[in-house]
């Protein structure tokens, strides 16, 4: 029902408003059934023009389905006359108050009063409050001069549809026009105050000409159409003619400069290898934009320099480090070398015995805690793995010095030892390196033929495809093929069998067992024979095409997964793709693709088709196994892909399998695209982000973790092939290999004492201690390039360019013609001009791109000064091998002339160059501050200790808590063990002239006394005490240190030092 009211309402509305009756549309806007809020009766006449203009609107809307206004639009429209009535009211508050204070003349309230009466007060600018009166009042000032007489009312016009009438006298206010009605002229309106008369008259007249833009915009577009087209016609004839009137001259240009420019000069730079100068001098031109080149150069040579500097200081830093380190080792290092000892030994055979453990885990802590003479030689062989690590060549030599089978074990072992087996990016790295040193080693030696890499089998090659499909790259081949695999071995009903003679012979006994009379068919038949019988062929027929069905499966799913082939695959096959096509260049790219898919597929890929229980693809059950026939289909499955990847037809033994012939061929084309993009990967260190400077960088040093018996058979190994792999005295391995000396025994190594040598399982012993891994720390001995090399490298960059700034403007054949040629007087006048051009480009350059103060001094020299220099730099870098006298200096200019051809090169190599040195830097300064840090730590810590010693007025062992002062002066209980307890635990080793099963009866009392660091240690036998004797907790350490593993008490006792402190420092200090 009050919907109804409602509807009934809008209608009297808007018939009320089509009459035009202010106060009958008033009337209606108040019925009680409208429910139109906020109406004002002194608005009538606004609310009337409103809603009317609404109406028009909509009724001028053809896409408007209703003709009237409703509610909510009325609502609206009475909303929006509502805000004209207060817009009204701002705008006559602005003209009021403005104008008023312009009559009174108070300059100082015009600020004041602007701001409280524009809508927007951040418009108004305090400081130019003066100058927005003195212009409202020549504003008004004009105006008033033009009116005679004049009234009180005051006119502003909405929207430029509606009239508000204001009267300044009577207050009245009015939307519509008062009887006798004078307007106050002598008034700035609102839009005069706000913009003067100048701004409303030009957006008024911008307005004006916009609309008159839209309307004629058919007409416009057709004139600038016209207009284009005649401008682009005149210009095209006028230069159409032009060709047409010089087409001779335009011939016989054209010629002159390709055939002068392009075929001489530039072919002569670009091809020769050594450019003439006088060739040079034509293109030299070109290094006018390569200003700032030159000084990325000269910033490259100086962040080497100080990357050197830096590197070294972080050198001497660590050494210094070191040596602290060594220092306090008996206080921290040793103590934590035994807590490593006790939680590793519980990981051993007890039946080793306690020996055993100590050197193992002591060995596997690193060298601080090892004596000097074992400290000197561990510290060798780390320089000497890092060395190997590094430094590829050598085991790429040596792999090829030994026997096939006895290299393969090294790889096995020792190699992939030393590389961690690739655990993390920087040993891949590595890895990559020696796999493409050594592959390129044995291509270029080894390989006669591009086909050898098919039918030999590459040391390399095999080494490569074992260690991707081991661990690392089981993963993969289990994503890429067991779905597939799984799918065929599941398949019950799935039987290929593409062998004539078998599928024959099955036939037969099919017969035979369904009939049950034996078969008057020939049991034994050729593969002519038998495909001679339909039945035969047929069943081929069906093996053939669900062939074709599972391989198109096994091959999708290769093919799709190239991003799963690990990244060092792939770039073997990169390598090995490379140096074949570099040996052999007339090698086609089919040939090339043929030797990636022999590695990719058939050596890597299909032995874990073939063989999928062997190779961990798929999951076998308890006892279960695959049979026959699933190892056939997989079989024939591998044999159709592997003569795809090879591009090899079914010919000869095989032609009754022709028929696939082009299936083959079609499947080689998706094997060759996949081959060659799978060699399409970066360079590892691009990949890994690896340089030579990575290790100097990284706080944490490489560690790898080998055995005793792999570093004395590298170390035998590496002097057997010595002169073959080093055969150069002053080379750095020949270096180390003279260091360490002979090959020594896993006993030698070890030290004296290691293994009793009255041991009768002495050997047993040793054979098993050769096999503990230890860990090594790798060090480099040597330090990275000379600064030499880079002042030599500056000193070119700065030669180079006083050389361009004297061939622009002395000619001559040869630069040394040119140097000891006099300049004359011109040209000395030209290469000043020069200089002071150049000098205004360098005015303009960024101020962190000038050049240098001593490049500056050059350019301002004279030419013969500058030649001057130049003879002097020549002859400096002569010394240093850089250039030579006998060619006429021949090198730099070839320097130069490769600046000309390769500016675009040089600019994104140099600005990588830069950012990854100021990354090198950074890193290394934060690598200095570490170590600053961790020497700070270090003396302090010493300080400390000798404080504490100083105040015991003793030596002894302090320990630390926590917060770093000295533990309570509290003596600690006495500790009681019996002597099988302690031979239980590995410190008791021997009782002279007692039996092991006795020990039981033997006690021993450890006391520790006032003396912090001295025990008093009492034994019993029985109960009856036998003797004392006083123990010194540096003494114990001391005796560490220099080596001694067992130690006599009361002259019988056989103890273990290691295990003994660890049980003192257990029990009286916490530790």
């Known amino acids: 029902m009050g919907c109804f009211k409602g509807v009934v309402a809008v209608g009297y509305i808007n018939e009320a408003i089509d009459e035009g009756n202010p106060l009958r549309t008033l009337e209606t806007l108040l019925l009680p059934t409208a429910n139109i809020s906020d109406v004002d009766p002194a608005h009538a006449q606004h609310y009337q023009d409103v809603l009317y203009h609404a109406k028009s609107q909509k009724l001028r809307d053809s896409e408007s389905v209703s003709k009237v206004l409703w509610l909510d639009e009325i609502q609206q429209a009475v909303d929006e006359a509502n805000v004209d009535e207060d817009r009204a009211k701002q705008w006559v508050t602005l003209v009021v108050d403005v104008n008023q204070c312009l009559e009174g003349k108070k300059s100082s309230d015009i600020l004041s009063v602007l701001k409280s009466s524009t809508s927007n007060a951040n418009d108004i600018i305090p400081e130019c409050a003066d100058k927005y009166y003195d212009a409202l009042v020549k504003a008004k000032e004009l105006k008033s001069e033009r009116v005679s007489s004049e009234g009180s009312w005051l006119k502003l016009n909405l929207h430029e549809k509606y009239d508000y009438y204001y009267n300044i006298d009577s207050k009245e206010s009015s939307w519509v026009t008062p009887e006798s009605c004078l307007y106050k002229e002598s008034w700035l309106t609102g839009k005069e105050i706000e913009a003067f008369w100048k701004g409303y008259k030009q957006r008024k007249e911008y307005m004006h000409r916009r609309q008159m833009f839209i309307d004629n915009t058919d007409s416009i577009v057709k004139i600038q159409s016209w207009f284009r087209m005649a401008t682009a016609r005149k210009s095209y004839l006028s230069r159409l003619q032009y060709f047409r009137d010089h087409n001779n001259e335009i011939v016989k240009i054209q010629s002159l400069l390709r055939a002068n420019k392009a075929r001489d000069d530039y072919k002569t730079l670009v091809g020769s290898e050594n450019p003439p100068l006088t060739v040079i001098r034509k293109f030299v031109y ?68 306690g020996e055993m453990e100590i050197l193992s885990n002591t060995d596997n802590q690193g060298i601080k805690s090892l004596s000097k003479e074992r400290r000197k030689i561990l510290e060798t062989y780390q320089q000497l793995f890092y060395l190997l690590q590094t430094n590829p060549l050598y085991l790429a030599k040596l792999i090829f010095q030994m026997p096939q089978n006895k290299s393969t074990k090294f790889m096995d072992t020792v190699i992939f030892t030393l590389y961690n087996y690739a655990s993390n990016q920087r040993e891949e790295y590595l890895l990559l390196k020696l796999f493409k040193t050594a592959l390129e080693e044995e291509i270029k030696s080894k390989v006669d033929q591009v086909q050898d890499i098919v039918t030999g089998n590459p040391t390399v090659i095999k080494m490569v495809v074992s260690f991707n499909r081991g661990a690392r790259g089981q993963n993969t081949l289990r994503q890429l093929l067991a779905p597939v695999v799984k799918e065929i071995i599941d398949d019950k009903s799935l039987i290929i069998n593409t062998n004539p003679v078998e599928v024959y012979k099955a036939w037969v006994n099919q017969l035979e067992t369904q009939t049950g009379e034996a078969s008057k068919l020939p049991y034994d038949v050729t593969t002519e024979q038998a495909l001679t019988y339909p039945e035969v062929k047929n069943k081929l027929e069906a ?10 499966k096994v091959l999708n799913s290769i093919i799709s997964s190239l991003d799963l082939l690990p990244y060092g695959l792939r770039y073997i096959a990169k390598v090995l793709k490379n140096s074949i096509h570099e040996k052999f260049p007339d090698a086609t790219e089919d040939e090339l693709l043929k030797i990636v898919g022999n590695l990719l597929y058939y050596r890597y890929m299909n032995p874990a088709i073939v063989a999928p229980d062997g190779f961990d693809i798929i999951d076998m059950t308890a006892g279960g196994q695959i049979n026959s026939d699933q190892r056939r289909n997989l079989g024939s499955v591998a044999k159709v892909l592997q003569h795809a990847a090879s591009n090899k037809l079914f010919e000869g033994e095989n032609e009754h399998l022709s028929s696939m012939n082009n299936y083959l061929s079609e499947t080689y084309q998706e094997f060759r695209k996949y081959f060659k993009e799978a060699c399409n990967v970066p360079e590892p260190e691009e990949k890994f982000n690896m340089d030579k400077y990575t290790d100097l960088v990284t706080v944490s040093k490489p560690v790898i973790y080998i055995s005793i018996e792999e570093i004395i058979s590298t170390h035998s190994l590496l002097l057997e092939h010595q002169d073959a792999i080093a055969p150069e005295k002053n080379d750095l391995l020949s270096e180390l290999l003279g260091s360490l000396g002979e090959v020594p025994t896993v006993e030698s190594f070890l030290g004296e004492g290691a293994v009793d040598p009255n041991d009768p399982n002495k050997a047993n012993t040793l054979s098993q201690l050769s096999k503990t891994e230890i860990s090594l720390v790798l060090t480099s001995k040597y330090d990275i390039e000379d600064s030499e090399a880079i002042d030599s490298r500056s000193l070119m960059i700065k030669t180079k360019k006083l050389i361009i700034d004297v061939i622009r403007n002395q000619p001559g054949n040869t630069l040394t013609e040119i140097l000891e040629t006099p300049a004359t007087a011109q040209q000395e006048v030209d290469h000043a001009t020069d200089m002071v051009s150049r000098a205004m480009i360098d005015s303009r350059t960024p101020e962190e791109m000038k050049h240098s103060q001593s490049m500056i001094e050059d350019a301002q020299l004279p030419l013969e000064q500058k030649k001057r220099k130049i003879q002097r730099n020549l002859r400096t870098l002569e010394q240093t091998g850089h250039v030579s006298s006998e060619n006429k200096y021949q090198d730099i200019l070839n320097e130069i002339a490769k600046d000309i051809r390769n500016q675009r090169i040089y600019r994104k190599l140099r600005k990588a160059e830069l950012a990854k040195l100021q990354q090198t830097l950074n890193a290394l300064n934060k690598k200095a501050a570490f170590y600053e840090e961790q020497i700070n730590y270090y003396d302090t810590y010493i300080k400390t200790c000798l404080d504490n010693l100083k105040r015991k007025n003793t030596r002894r062992s302090i320990k630390l808590d926590g917060k770093g002062e000295p533990k309570g002066v509290k003596r600690a209980k006495p500790v009681k063990y019996t002597a099988a307890k302690l031979h239980e635990k590995g410190v008791l080793l021997d009782i002279d002239d007692l039996q092991t099963n006795q020990f039981k009866n033997v006690t021993f009392d450890i006391i520790a006394t006032e003396d912090v660091g001295i025990f008093d240690v009492r034994s019993k036998f029985l109960g009856v005490e036998m003797e004392k004797v006083q123990l010194n907790i540096q003494d114990l350490l001391q005796m560490q240190y220099e080596g001694v593993a067992v130690m006599k008490m009361f002259d019988k006792v056989k103890v273990n030092v290691n295990l003994l402190i660890y049980l003192l420092n257990k029990k009286f200090y916490g530790k």
């Not at 000269?298 to 962040?303: G, H, I, T």
């Open 286 to 353: 070109l290094l006018d934009q390569s200003d700032l080149d030159f000084q990325e150069e000269l910033e490259v040579a100086r962040l080497r320099e100080e990357v050197v500097t830096k590197i070294r200081a972080n050198q001497q830093l660590e050494k210094d480090l070191n040596l602290m380190d060594i220092k306090i080792g008996l206080l921290v290092k040793n103590r934590i070398t035994l807590e490593d000892v006790i939680s590793h030994s519980k990981k051993l055979n007890k039946k080793k015995g």
């Open 543 to 552: 093996s053939i095409e669900n062939l074709r069905r599972v391989t198109d």
